[in-house]
């Protein structure tokens, strides 16, 4: 493939979207054959979410490549036409984390039942937080409440504004160190979604070099601690009365860096399946169909 087989690909500064990064800054889509643009937000430029509610990143943005979750790839792409679902996976070692005050009475899963949890709407994260909870109780016990971004989140369980609160790391270990208690964990499953000029060798292009960024990372994780933590050092910047009363060094010993995963090519049967439960619970019209979801193998 030639060097100028131009990719907008948008990056989320998520712990588990790290390889994404690492790929760009070493050069490994260049050496693919992908003249990669990375389009990233300023963190402190992000109110609510990186990826806009409104607009398409592939039509109005001019997009080739994102990634966001398994759920919201789903209703994105059928709503509003926002590009074809290329690819899926958890991505890293990384779960979503339910956290509660230590004087919470909340003791088990099951205690969540008809308590308010603090997630981040429409960016798919409600999806996820979804399907956990219903293992553990009724469908129409599940009740979210929006937040905002992690730092938000975090900032409401702080101040008793909601009873529990979903976390990721980094955030996950400032709220360990901040004294909060864990009462559930459950995967992070994400999408990337592919624009009309992602063809199978683009893809597979992509798929490479992000598969030698993670076994990179996986072969030596130490060397790259530095840039796992740059999301905590950006939340430090934009909230910092989060980090007033903590040990930030204490924090920073405790996180380690996860092991990472290569995405796996879309799978229309899994993701139809999927759809079929977001039917069910009215988060998209019946009229979905899946052919106009999942990208053409």
């Not at 290329?86 to 070692?93: Q, R």
């Not at 971004?149 to 400032?174: F, K, N, W, Y």
């Not at 010993?253 to 999927?274: F, G, W």
Request: charged share 30%; proline share 5%.
């Amino acid at each position: 493939m030639a060097t100028d087989t131009r990719v907008r690909l948008f990056h989320l500064p998520f712990s588990f979207m790290l390889p994404q990064r690492v790929a760009h800054e070493r050069g490994y889509f260049e050496e693919a054959g992908l003249d990669v643009e990375l389009i990233e937000r300023d963190r402190e430029t992000v109110d609510v979410k990186y990826i806009p509610a409104e607009s398409s990143l592939t039509t109005d943005h001019g997009v080739d490549l994102y990634p966001i979750c398994k759920w919201e790839s789903i209703k994105r792409t059928w709503e509003m036409d926002d590009g074809r679902i290329v690819a899926k996976g958890t991505f890293a070692d990384l779960p979503y984390t339910v956290f509660v005050r230590p004087d919470s009475a909340i003791e088990e899963p099951t205690d969540l039942a008809g308590v308010p949890v603090a997630v981040n709407q429409r960016t798919g994260q409600e999806y996820t937080a979804m399907r956990a909870l219903e293992e553990h109780m009724q469908p129409e016990e599940v009740s979210l409440t929006h937040f905002g971004m992690p730092t938000d989140r975090l900032r409401a369980l702080r101040d008793g504004e909601v009873a529990a609160a979903i976390l990721l790391d980094p955030q996950s270990t400032l709220a360990e160190q901040m004294g909060f208690r864990e009462i559930l964990q459950f995967d992070n499953h994400m999408g990337i979604v592919g624009g009309e000029n992602v063809d199978s060798t683009v893809l597979d292009a992509f798929m490479a070099a992000y598969d030698r960024a993670a076994m990179e990372i996986n072969a030596n994780p130490e060397s790259y601690r530095e840039e796992y933590l740059d999301m905590l050092e950006k939340d430090a910047t934009v909230a910092p009365d989060l980090f007033e009363e903590v040990d930030i060094d204490a924090v920073r010993a405790e996180i380690t860096v996860p092991r990472y995963e290569v995405p796996d090519r879309a799978d229309r049967r899994d993701l139809d399946e999927h759809l079929n439960w977001m039917k069910e619970r009215k988060l998209v019209d019946d009229s979905a169909d899946i052919d106009a979801i999942v990208a053409s193998q």
